[in-house]
């Protein structure tokens, strides 16, 4: 693609710098401190956050991040920095990684690309399936950041590809090669990562863009609705949350004679602590105490040539007048 100063925004999640309650502690806090994120009262809710929540969790979750840590660091990052090589390589434009929490940020990533020269900025905020507590914290940010600036960049924000074609090939690609490997499964779940209820009632369409992303995922595989659901992972606190929730339902297929069961992480774009930890230790060890023989996570679509074409054709589909 022909340079006219344009330039890419790739932005995920976040992860800690290090494997240590410190480092964690740090992330948590700008993280849950955000209220795309929990959005109750700070005055209520930031003494419990840094008086209990805090200093019980982060010791926690640095164990849990030292269970899945890679050699080059979290895998989350990991990933990401190789989606960001590999799409700039294939584009042929600047392509820079801002995290919504933590390093990078998204003031670096945005000055990256400003002294690369880049007046056009695509921004491609790596949730496939939109939510306030995601999408939305990724626009804060960007607005936060260019708040002071004298020019302002001409920006094109992508929303959601819940839907995109590229995104449900790569993914039925991605279990198809599982099965192929493995045999197909008895069940496939997609688990995707909770919201609260009431912000679902209040207007984010996330559950309906993880509805659509199962439905299209099921036909694209010829899989019987029979054999394949959805459900959310990652609870946290006394709130009710989108139901069904990952742990139980996988439990109730055990007690109901599923013996082989697959689970794919479609609102993933990399593995990270949620589907390394998470499903493949802790659903996994669950399903096989409740009765079932054999449990495996499809990786999420992290770098595969698959998920790169897709950035791609995401990328020139909104750059195209440019």
């Not at 509805?211 to 709130?239: H, V, W």
Request: charged share 20%.
């Amino acid at each position: 693609m022909e340079n006219k100063g344009i330039g890419v925004l790739l932005v995920n999640l976040g992860t800690p710098d290090e494997a240590t309650s410190g480092a964690v502690k740090r992330f948590l806090a700008e993280f849950l401190s955000d209220q795309r994120v929990v959005d109750l009262n700070p005055l209520i809710w930031r003494p419990a956050l840094y008086g209990a929540i805090l200093p019980i969790r982060a010791p926690k979750v640095a164990k849990l991040y030292q269970s899945i840590w890679m050699e080059e660091g979290s895998p989350l990052m990991v990933y990401s920095q190789r989606q960001r090589a590999a799409l700039e390589s294939q584009l042929g434009l600047p392509v820079a990684l801002g995290m919504t929490y933590g390093n990078p940020s998204i003031p670096s990533a945005l000055a990256s690309l400003r002294d690369q020269g880049c007046q056009k900025i695509v921004v491609l905020p790596l949730y496939p399936q939109y939510s306030r507590t995601t999408t939305a914290a990724v626009f804060d940010k960007i607005a936060a950041s260019l708040k002071q600036a004298a020019y302002l960049p001409e920006l094109r924000f992508i929303n959601h590809y819940q839907d995109h074609p590229a995104y449900i090939e790569a993914l039925a690609n991605s279990v198809q090669a599982a099965w192929d490997e493995r045999g197909q499964p008895d069940y496939l779940l997609c688990s995707y990562h909770g919201i609260p209820k009431r912000y679902a009632d209040l207007g984010d369409p996330y559950p309906v863009h993880c509805n659509d992303t199962t439905a299209l995922l099921a036909e694209a595989l010829a899989m019987p609705r029979e054999k394949m659901s959805m459900s959310y992972q990652s609870i946290f606190g006394r709130e009710e949350w989108l139901k069904p929730y990952t742990e139980p339902t996988i439990i109730e297929l055990a007690q109901k004679g599923v013996k082989r069961l697959d689970v794919i992480c479609p609102a993933f774009s990399v593995d990270c602590l949620e589907t390394l930890e998470e499903i493949a230790e802790g659903c996994q060890e669950a399903f096989l105490e409740a009765g079932g023989e054999c449990f495996n996570l499809i990786p999420c679509l992290n770098d595969s040539p698959a998920h790169i074409n897709m950035m791609e054709s995401l990328i020139r589909h909104h750059t195209q007048s440019w």
